[in-house]
């Protein structure tokens, strides 16, 4: 297995992936697959900032993908990312999502980032929150039915894992350029 960037000819690879959690689990709130097209522009709009956006491939094949996007639009929020990791469904349970999003907090690190924060879906998602776990990040909450998604309600589990010193000391990096209002 194999870890690179993304590329735009991935992006079927990442619309399936994708799109299978989308319609049978609770990792994404979204609820109508997006399509590759869509996909391609998600991955851009990442790659464009500057952050990571990877897959974990495996003779030609991609079994999983992660990222790391701004965690909020407002500049005071420049030093910390939201990651998002998805893997095939028959390449659950081989490594894949450790061995991706592992790149992806790294890629952040050298970026200078401070903070990376996980936004689970479902409490019970036991397989996200024990990747996260195992690499470090630490419970920052739950917030209660969050969501409603194929008949029920949906908790979300806040996770963070802190980069570089994390604040103990000021930033000596730039940060991500956000603007939001």
């Not at 992006?11 to 994404?28: E, K, M, N, P, S």
């Not at 990747?131 to 209660?144: E, I, P, Y």
């Not at 949906?154 to 603007?179: C, H, T």
Request: charged letters at 20%.
């Amino acid at each position: 297995m194999i870890v690179r960037a993304a590329q735009e000819g991935d992006a079927a690879a990442l619309a399936a992936i994708y799109g299978h959690h989308v319609l049978t689990g609770f990792g994404t709130f979204e609820e109508v697959p997006p399509s590759h097209e869509e996909m391609e522009q998600r991955r851009r709009a990442v790659v464009e900032r500057g952050l990571p956006y990877l897959v974990a491939e495996e003779a030609g094949q991609v079994l999983g993908f992660a990222y790391a996007g701004p965690f909020r639009p407002r500049a005071a929020y420049r030093y910390t990312v939201e990651d998002s990791v998805y893997v095939a469904p028959d390449a659950i349970g081989r490594g894949v999502g450790k061995t991706v999003l592992s790149a992806v907090i790294a890629a952040c690190e050298a970026a200078g980032m401070r903070q990376v924060v996980a936004v689970i879906g479902d409490s019970q998602n036991a397989g996200s929150i024990g990747l996260h776990r195992s690499l470090g990040f630490q419970d920052a909450g739950v917030g209660r039915s969050f969501g409603y998604k194929l008949g029920r309600w949906v908790d979300i589990v806040w996770m963070q894992k802190a980069l570089n010193g994390g604040d103990s000391r000021a930033p000596d990096a730039r940060g991500l350029d956000l603007s939001g209002h």
